[in-house]
């Protein structure tokens, strides 16, 4: 079974720090692009952050200099180190992997559970 897990989402002060972790378990040959997504209660979901597998990123215009993405790809393993957090910030947070490559060869898109991340003020 192929599955991406998320950990790290918690409680946390404006302005701290929390780090974001998924990981992308089962038998995959590589994976194309990974990213972070986010929504909170009666918004859309948005892009936080995506990065490819050569190390090319993007972020959201709310998070350009806060926030930073970063994978391991022996790992399989998608982070994302939040800074300076806001309150607006709060949200559940969606890992994203695209063009799994799978044995068959067969290729998948997935999302992880989701981990909340809630920002005090």
């Known amino acids: 079974q192929v599955q991406l897990v998320e950990s790290g989402g918690g409680l946390v002060q404006s302005g701290g720090s929390l780090r974001l972790s998924c990981v992308a378990s089962?038998?995959?040959?590589?994976?194309?692009?990974m990213g972070w997504y986010r929504q909170a209660p009666g918004k859309e979901r948005e892009s936080v952050a995506t990065?490819?597998?050569?190390?090319?990123?993007h972020y959201g215009d709310s998070v350009k200099g806060r926030f930073t993405i970063s994978r391991d790809n022996a790992k399989n393993t998608v982070y994302l180190q939040m800074n300076s957090l806001k309150p607006e910030d709060t949200a559940v947070y969606y890992c994203?992997?695209?063009?799994?490559?799978?044995?068959?060869?067969?290729?998948?898109?997935?999302w992880g559970q989701g981990t909340l991340v809630t920002v005090f003020p």
């Open positions: 994203n992997a695209d063009n799994v490559w799978l044995p068959g060869p067969k290729y998948l898109e997935l």
């Open positions: 990065i490819t597998r050569d190390g090319t990123t």
């Open positions: 089962g038998t995959i040959f590589s994976i194309d692009g």
